[in-house]
C-alpha cells in the first residue's frame, strides 16, 4: 500500500506551497548555483593555448639573431601539410626542425641564400621546451603550467572525461545513502567537499593531481545537485515538481554565467579555483539552515523529529497545527513503521518523489520516481506525466518489477518490437542531447571569440530556454518540442561548421548559442517525455539504460574537442549538428504523450500511439469500492472519504484525491486504516 495520497493530502493541510516551501526553495536555489561555478572551472583553466617550441640556438647563435621572424618561423618550424590533417601530419606547435646543424651556417646559406631543398631535408623532431602565448597576457591557464598538449593533448579531454564518471559514481552513491541517513547532513557534506576539492585544486602541483581532483569534483557536484533537489522535491506536492526542475535547471545557467565572470576577473587559474570555493561558502550555511525533509521522517516512522519540523512549518504558513494534524501526522509515521517493519525495507525508496533531469538522475532515483508517483497528484495542472488513476505506477508492477532483475526485463523489451524501437530511439537521444550539451557549454574554445563571453551568454540563454519548454511541453506537448529542439541544435551545429570554414566567427558565435538554446530546450522535457514512453511493467529498468546511454554521450563528448584539434577544426561542430538532426528525425516516429494515459503493460505500450487516448471526463470517477459514492468535483482538488469497511477493530478508510483541470480529470482510490 502507498502512503503517497494521504501523505500529499497532509501537506495540503498544512499548505503546501505557503511560506515555509517557497522560501526553502528560493534560498536552496543559491546552492544549485554555486554548483557550475565551483565544478566547471576547467572550461577556463584547461583553454586551448597557442604554443610552439622554444629553440635555444635562437639566441645563442649569431647569425640565427639576424633573420627576419617570418624567415626564422621557415627555417625553424614544419608547416601544416593541409587544412584537413592526418594522423601522419606533423604539428608546427608540437614539433620543430632538428636545430643540432644551426652551427653551420653554410649548410643553410649557400651562396648568402637559405636552401629551401635543404630546409625540407632535415629531420623532424618533437619538442622539448615551449613557447607558450595566452589570448590575453595575464591569463595563466593550468593547461599552460602543466603543459597539457601535444602529446598530453588527449589528457585534457581525459580531465572532462573524468567529471563525469565521478558524476556517475556519485548519483549511484549518494541516493541510497541518502535513504540512510537522511538528506540534510548528506547535503551538507557534500557541498563541504565540493567546496574543499575545489579549494585544495588550487595548490597541487602537477596535473596528475589535476585530473584526480576532476573525478571528485563530479562526485560531488552531482551528488550534491541530487540531493537538494531531492528534499525540496520532498517539500510540495507532485504537482510542483516539474516547474521545480524547470527553476534549477535555470538556476544552473545562472551559475554558469556567473562562473564566467569569476573566470574574467581572476585570470589565474589557481586564483580562479579559490574564488570559486570562497563563493561556494554561503551556500554550506544555507544548507544548515535547511531542515532535514519531514517527508522522510515519516517514511521512516519517525514521529518524535516530525512532530517538531510539522509545527514549525504549520506556523511559518500560519496554520494551526490542532490535535487533529497532530494524530495525522502520528497515523502517517505509524503505517510507514509498520509497512517498514513487514517489507524489511529500510530505505525511504517509496516515500521520495524525484524528477530529475536526465544529466542528474540515478538509477536508485528512478526507482523512487516509479514508487511515488503512484499519489494521483502526480496529475499536475502543468500536464507533466499525467495519469489517470494508479498511473501505472501502482504496487503490482513495482512487486513485478521487484521480482524480476533488470536483464530479464531488458530482454523483455528487446523481444517486444514496437517497444524495442521506442526504447532504442529514447537511448540515442538521450546519448545526443548529453553528447551535444556539455559539447558546446564545456567546449567553449571550439566556438570563435571570446570564451568569456560565449560561456556567460550560453548559460543565461538556459533561462529563457527553461521558460519556453516549460511553456510548450504543458500547452503543445512532448514530441514536437523535442523534435524541433534537435532540428534546431543540429542545424545550427552544423550550419557553424560552415562558417567556420568561411571564416565567417561572428556567424559561428551565434550559431553556436542558437545550437546550445536549442538543445536546452530538450534537455527541458527529454526526462519527462521517455517517462511517459516507457510501460510501467519495465519503466524502471527502460529509465535506467536511458540513463546509462546519456552519461556515456557525456564522458564521450570531451573527445569531439580532440578531434576537431587533431584533425579538422570544425569537424566536432559537425558531428553534433549530424547526431542532433538524426535524433530529431527519429523522434518524429514516437508518439505523442500530452494528456494520455500512462501504459501498464507491454500490450499498453503496443496499442500506445495507435489510437486516440483522452483522459477521463471530470465529473466521471471509476470507483474501486461499490460503497464509495463520489459527487461531481465541484473544484480543482477535491478529497473524499468513505467507510468501506474494518478489519480486526481497524476501521477501512478509502481516499480518493482528483484533480481536474479543463476536460479532463484523474484520481485514485487507496485505502488505509
Not at 545526443?432 to 548559460?459: E, F, K, Q, R
Not at 570544425?570 to 538532426?581: A, D, Q, V
Request: aromatic share 10%; glycine share 8%; proline share 5%.
Amino acid at each position: 500500500m502507498t502512503l503517497a495520497p494521504f501523505y500529499e493530502s497532509f501537506i495540503r493541510k498544512l499548505n503546501s506551497f505557503g511560506k515555509y516551501q517557497k522560501a526553502r526553495v528560493f534560498v536552496l536555489q543559491l546552492v544549485i548555483i554555486t554548483i557550475p561555478i565551483c565544478s566547471l572551472t576547467s572550461i577556463f583553466s584547461l583553454q586551448s593555448v597557442d604554443h610552439k617550441c622554444y629553440i635555444e640556438e635562437r639566441k645563442t647563435v649569431s647569425w640565427l639573431q639576424s633573420l627576419p621572424e617570418d624567415e626564422w618561423q621557415r627555417l625553424a618550424y614544419p608547416p601544416e601539410k593541409s587544412i584537413f590533417k592526418s594522423g601522419t601530419d606533423v604539428d608546427p606547435s608540437c614539433s620543430m626542425y632538428d636545430p643540432s646543424l644551426y652551427s653551420n651556417e653554410t649548410y643553410f646559406v649557400p651562396g648568402g641564400v637559405v636552401s629551401p631543398d635543404r630546409l625540407r631535408s632535415r629531420p623532424v623532431v618533437p619538442c622539448e621546451s615551449f613557447i607558450i602565448q595566452h589570448k590575453n597576457s595575464d591569463e595563466k591557464s593550468a593547461t599552460a603550467e602543466f603543459e597539457i598538449f601535444c602529446k598530453k593533448e588527449a589528457f585534457r579531454q581525459t580531465a572532462t572525461a573524468l567529471l563525469f564518471v565521478g558524476k556517475m559514481i556519485g548519483l549511484a552513491v549518494s541516493g541510497q545513502v541518502a535513504d540512510v541517513f537522511g538528506r540534510r547532513p548528506l547535503i551538507i557534506f557534500f557541498q563541504v567537499f565540493l567546496i574543499l576539492v575545489t579549494a585544495v585544486t588550487a595548490f597541487v602541483p602537477n596535473w596528475q593531481l589535476f585530473l584526480l581532483g576532476r573525478l571528485f569534483v563530479g562526485f560531488s557536484y552531482s551528488a550534491t545537485y541530487l540531493l537538494v533537489f531531492t528534499i525540496v522535491c520532498e517539500m510540495l506536492l507532485s504537482k510542483h515538481i516539474a516547474m521545480l526542475g524547470f527553476m534549477m535547471e535555470a538556476s544552473f545557467g545562472t551559475g554558469m554565467a556567473l562562473l564566467a565572470g569569476f573566470a574574467y576577473v581572476f585570470k589565474d587559474w589557481r586564483q580562479l579555483q579559490v574564488a570559486a570555493a570562497v563563493a561556494g561558502v554561503p551556500s554550506v550555511l544555507v544548507c544548515i539552515w535547511c531542515p532535514e525533509s519531514l517527508r522522510w521522517l515519516v517514511s521512516g516512522g519517525n514521529f518524535e523529529k516530525a512532530r517538531p519540523l510539522a509545527a514549525k512549518i504549520a506556523k511559518t504558513n500560519k496554520v494551526d497545527f490542532d490535535l487533529g494534524l497532530e494524530k495525522d501526522l502520528q497515523s502517517l509515521c505509524q503505517n510507514a513503521a509498520a509497512s517498514k517493519s513487514k517489507t524489511g525495507n529500510v530505505s525511504s525508496s517509496r516515500s521520495s518523489q524525484n524528477v530529475t533531469s536526465p544529466h542528474d538522475t540515478s538509477d536508485k532515483e528512478k526507482r523512487r520516481v516509479d514508487s511515488e508517483n503512484s499519489s494521483p497528484e502526480f496529475v499536475a495542472k502543468d500536464g507533466l506525466a499525467v495519469q489517470p488513476g494508479d498511473g501505472g505506477y501502482g504496487a503490482h508492477a513495482l512487486e513485478e518489477n521487484n521480482d524480476r532483475s533488470s536483464l530479464v526485463l531488458i530482454i523483455q523489451i528487446f523481444r517486444t518490437p514496437k517497444l524495442r524501437s521506442r526504447v532504442i530511439i529514447l537511448a540515442f537521444c538521450w546519448f545526443i542531447v548529453n553528447a551535444v550539451y556539455y559539447g558546446i557549454s564545456l567546449g567553449g574554445t571550439m566556438i570563435p571569440g571570446s570564451l568569456y563571453l560565449n560561456t556567460a551568454v550560453g548559460g543565461l540563454l538556459e533561462i529563457p530556454a527553461m521558460v519556453l519548454a516549460y511553456f510548450v511541453a504543458t500547452k503543445f506537448g512532448r514530441k514536437w518540442l523535442v523534435v524541433g529542439s534537435f532540428m534546431l541544435s543540429g542545424l545550427s551545429c552544423a550550419s557553424m561548421s560552415v562558417t567556420t570554414m568561411m571564416d565567417y566567427p561572428l556567424g559561428a558565435q551565434i550559431l553556436a548559442q542558437i545550437g546550445r538554446f536549442g538543445i536546452s530546450l530538450c534537455y527541458g522535457v527529454i526526462y519527462v517525455y521517455t517517462l511517459e514512453l516507457i510501460p510501467t511493467c519495465v519503466r524502471t529498468t527502460g529509465m535506467s539504460f536511458c540513463s546509462f546511454t546519456g552519461r556515456i554521450g557525456s564522458i564521450l563528448t570531451p573527445y569531439a574537442a580532440l578531434l576537431s584539434e587533431m584533425f579538422w577544426q570544425p569537424l566536432g561542430f559537425l558531428i553534433y549538428g549530424l547526431l542532433g538532426i538524426t535524433a530529431g528525425l527519429l523522434t518524429i516516429t514516437l508518439p505523442e504523450t500530452l494528456n494520455r494515459p500512462l501504459q501498464d503493460s507491454y500490450e499498453d505500450a503496443i496499442k500506445f500511439g495507435t489510437e486516440h487516448q483522452k483522459m477521463p471526463h471530470p465529473g466521471i470517477v471509476h470507483i474501486v469500492s461499490p460503497s464509495a459514492t463520489v459527487e461531481k468535483l465541484p473544484g480543482d482538488w477535491k478529497e473524499l472519504e468513505a467507510s468501506v469497511g474494518s478489519d480486526e477493530g481497524c476501521v477501512k478508510k478509502s481516499s480518493l484525491v482528483c484533480e481536474r483541470e479543463g476536460d479532463q480529470s484523474a484520481c485514485e482510490y487507496v485505502t488505509a486504516c
